[in-house]
């Protein structure tokens, strides 16, 4: 019985590289006003992944901003955190941390050289504590692989 859960917890993680990290529930992080929050839970949408569902066109964006009362640069740069946050191990402060180090999209972070990315997210991350924890080679090159697999992309 144990070995049969192993083994399908496995097949999980390798077989399902495009699965979205992005489930957070809207009340429980906060790259996202109280405010908005609470439009958005009364408005059927609980979790990042649906929110970034009605994100990912450019009119969607503007539609929003104007609906919930946000800036619409604000828009667009919670637009692109969810974005990142597609990427199985990427949550909000990966998100942020990576945004302040300069990548600001998918395609960003697909092009990123892995060195050259860990020696900036360091630098930023020792600047602005974002993680508790550095990021390391390993999990730099994991995002960048897992990047390449994402098969939503904002518009």
Do not use: C
């Amino acid at each position: 019985m144990k070995m049969k859960l192993l083994m399908t917890i496995a097949f999980v993680f390798m077989f399902v590289p495009n699965a979205f990290a992005s489930h957070y529930d809207i009340l429980d992080i906060d790259i996202v006003p109280a405010e908005v929050s609470q439009k958005l839970v009364a408005d059927k949408i609980s979790n990042t992944e649906e929110l970034f569902a009605m994100l990912m066109k450019k009119a969607d964006r503007t539609a929003f901003a104007q609906k919930y009362g946000m800036p619409e640069a604000d828009v667009e740069k919670l637009a692109k955190t969810l974005e990142l946050m597609q990427i199985v191990g990427v949550g909000p402060k990966a998100a942020t941390l990576l945004q302040l180090s300069g990548i600001t999209s998918l395609k960003a972070l697909t092009e990123s050289v892995p060195t050259e990315l860990l020696e900036v997210l360091q630098r930023v991350n020792r600047e602005h504590n974002i993680t508790g924890v550095q990021p390391d080679l390993t999990v730099v090159r994991d995002w960048i692989e897992k990047s390449k697999k994402v098969v939503n992309h904002m518009e």
